[in-house]
């Protein structure tokens, strides 16, 4: 579930590199969102792996008729949450209500989906997710993306006016380290 459409489209081209070394097919990652024509949506019902929409589809194209989505919600294994930071006040009441009612159709069907959240930084990604959810997380904040090394440097630009004590400008001096 992405919070956007743009988002979702820029998601499933990444997606579609990614399931490249699987077996998953990359056909099999599928749009399913307003702008989805009619004369697609059965056959995204049967063929869809992978299926990304948005939590306003979900609650209005999907779970009303989840009859026609019922091996999805059979077999419906994870539920990706990206962009957790976004769904908080009337918003995210609204999407814990919409996942309130995915856990209980994907229950009548007899899965229980793991769902994985993912945000930019916020002070409280737990607890966020917990009452999104209405279910115990585990966090991990470790961020294992690749970065360059950081070095702070504290850094006291020269006296050059002892007797009035003010020193040669911070932006000057910066801007010479930076230069070296």
Same mark, same amino acid.
């Given at each position: 579930?992405?919070?956007?459409?743009?988002?979702?489209?820029?998601?499933?081209?990444?997606?579609?590199?990614? %399931?490249?070394?699987?077996?998953?097919?990359?056909?099999?990652?599928?749009?399913?969102?307003?702008?989805?024509?009619?004369?697609?949506? !059965?056959?995204?019902? &049967?063929?869809?792996?992978?299926?990304?929409?948005?939590?306003?589809?979900?609650?209005?194209?999907?779970?009303?008729?989840?009859?026609?989505? !019922?091996?999805?919600?059979?077999?419906?294994?994870?539920? %990706?949450?990206?962009?957790?930071?976004?769904? &908080?006040? %009337?918003?995210?009441?609204? @999407?814990?209500? %919409?996942? &309130?009612?995915?856990? &209980?159709?994907?229950?009548?069907?007899?899965?229980?989906?793991?769902?994985?959240?993912?945000?930019? /930084?916020?002070?409280?990604?737990?607890?966020?997710?917990?009452?999104?959810?209405? !279910?115990? @997380?585990?966090?991990?904040?470790?961020?294992?993306?690749?970065?360059?090394?950081?070095?702070?440097?504290?850094?006291?630009?020269? @006296?050059?006016?002892?007797?009035?004590?003010?020193?040669?400008?911070? /932006?000057?001096?910066?801007?010479?380290?930076?230069?070296?």
């Amino acid at each position: 579930l992405f919070p956007t459409k743009a988002l979702s489209q820029d998601q499933a081209s990444e997606l579609g590199n990614f %399931v490249f070394h699987t077996p998953i097919p990359p056909h099999a990652i599928r749009i399913y969102d307003g702008d989805t024509p009619q004369n697609q949506r !059965a056959a995204i019902r &049967r063929d869809a792996a992978i299926l990304i929409t948005n939590p306003d589809m979900l609650h209005a194209g999907i779970l009303p008729h989840h009859t026609l989505w !019922a091996e999805l919600f059979s077999d419906l294994r994870w539920v %990706v949450l990206d962009e957790l930071h976004t769904y &908080r006040g %009337v918003f995210g009441s609204h @999407v814990a209500n %919409v996942i &309130r009612r995915l856990r &209980r159709i994907c229950k009548f069907y007899g899965s229980d989906p793991l769902f994985i959240c993912s945000s930019a /930084t916020i002070a409280n990604p737990r607890q966020l997710a917990e009452k999104l959810i209405d !279910a115990p @997380v585990t966090l991990v904040d470790d961020d294992g993306s690749p970065r360059a090394e950081k070095h702070f440097i504290l850094y006291n630009p020269p @006296v050059i006016d002892p007797a009035l004590g003010m020193r040669r400008s911070y /932006t000057l001096e910066s801007k010479e380290i930076a230069a070296q």
